[in-house]
């Protein structure tokens, strides 16, 4: 390409790798590279990570996905990040919390698929609070307060040593800008901010047992939420840039929630947000769709103002096993291992590969459903 054609790169954090690619300014995808991340299970529900792994992760990508393009550093116009709604826990040096007492401080992330807050996300919802309308009447273990709670009563040093809880997207700009701007994304859809009235509810923060977040002006979780696009700072420190092989001062966006920037992706097609519904599928999943009016369904989270699409309203549904629930289907087949050196031997992930096989045996994709006629999977 022409080194001087002006880029720009998409950073992808999922629940498994680390994800780069480098586009030019009329879509198209010159180059792209995956890098695994470590994810530790421990007991009771509880799912961990590293910022500084997944760091490491995104600096390495988005390296090689420059190298492979040929497209010189000084052409990226911009750095946009999205990551799961998993939730960062960093020292007042900017350093890791462990945030369970057995793990090492580099496991400073609670997973976004943790359910270690479970009964505290069930006493959160026995106040009734009005804040929780906004979220489908319940809170869900899944979202940033009841872990938090979760924190102070397991875990009160750390909770109580934290400079900043970040949802993973805005950990990711704060780390190369220095910028402590949050995404109206992840905040509305995972913290309760109330988007349509700009603000924190400190009433709902004192109900539930986290009156010290209210009482520092919610220093630690975000006193400055702007839309997702929005520039960070003065775009990437000087420290960042070297990591990452690109020019101190790259403007980087304020990002989303993974499934969100999917949803964005997804919504923007012929017909617009408001006649196309969104459904992102990743080791989870999520259906999505945008209205002008606020729409209220039990069970069904929001509705979250401006969260997606600017100036309009979103409901939205989850399934936290998704992905993951067919890596597990394949997993207990006695053919498992033998697939995945095959998978392994042509470049593709197992279910790609999988999927490739089974079209092969049918005229059209939609046919591939009869080869399976007669078997019911629960």
């Given at each position: 390409m022409n080194s001087l054609q002006k880029t720009v790169i998409g950073v992808d954090v999922g629940s498994g790798s680390v994800r780069a690619g480098i586009f030019d300014l009329s879509g198209t995808l010159l180059s792209h590279v995956t890098q695994k991340i470590t994810t530790t299970h421990r007991s009771g529900s509880r799912v961990e990570q590293s910022s500084q792994e997944i760091w490491q992760?995104?600096?390495?990508?988005?390296?090689?996905?420059?190298?492979?393009?040929?497209?010189?550093?000084?052409?990226?116009?911009?750095?946009?990040?999205?990551a799961t709604c998993s939730l960062v826990v960093l020292d007042k040096n900017g350093a890791p919390l462990p945030v369970s007492a057995e793990g090492d401080a580099a496991q400073n992330i609670i997973v976004w698929m943790d359910h270690r807050a479970t009964e505290q996300a069930e006493r959160i919802n026995a106040s009734q609070h009005p804040v929780l309308n906004y979220v489908g009447g319940k809170i869900s273990p899944e979202m940033e307060t009841p872990k938090i709670l979760w924190l102070k009563e397991n875990r009160r040093e750390v909770y109580e040593n934290a400079w900043q809880f970040f949802d993973l997207a805005d950990f990711l700009t704060w780390r190369a800008t220095g910028d402590l701007a949050r995404s109206i994304c992840t905040v509305t859809c995972k913290w309760t901010w109330l988007a349509h009235e700009n603000r924190w509810d400190?009433?709902?923060?004192?109900?539930?047992?986290?009156?010290?977040?209210?009482d520092d002006e919610f220093a630690r979780i975000g006193q400055r939420i702007v839309p997702p696009g929005t520039p960070c700072g003065d775009g990437l420190t000087a420290q960042a840039a070297q990591e990452m092989g690109l020019p101190a001062g790259t403007p980087v966006a304020v990002g989303l929630i993974d499934a969100h920037a999917g949803g964005i992706g997804t919504v923007g097609v012929e017909g617009g947000a408001l006649n196309n519904m969104a459904y992102v599928f990743g080791t989870s999943s999520c259906t999505m769709t945008s209205t002008n009016d606020p729409v209220f369904v039990p069970g069904i989270w929001g509705p979250y103002y401006s969260a997606m699409v600017p100036g309009l309203w979103l409901?939205?549904?989850?399934?936290?096993?998704?992905?993951?629930?067919?890596?597990?289907?394949?997993?207990?087949?006695?053919?498992?291992?033998?697939?995945?050196k095959l998978a392994q031997e042509a470049g593709l992930p197992l279910p790609v590969y999988l999927a490739d096989r089974v079209s092969e045996k049918a005229p059209q994709a939609s046919d591939a459903v009869t080869l399976a006629a007669g078997i019911h999977v629960v």
């Open positions: 992760a995104v600096c390495h990508c988005i390296r090689e996905a420059l190298r492979q393009s040929g497209a010189a550093p000084e052409s990226v116009a911009g750095i946009g990040f999205d400190p009433d709902y923060f004192r109900t539930i047992g986290l009156a010290e977040l209210a409901v939205e549904g989850g399934q936290s096993a998704a992905g993951a629930a067919i890596d597990q289907l394949l997993a207990f087949h006695p053919a498992a291992e033998d697939a995945r």
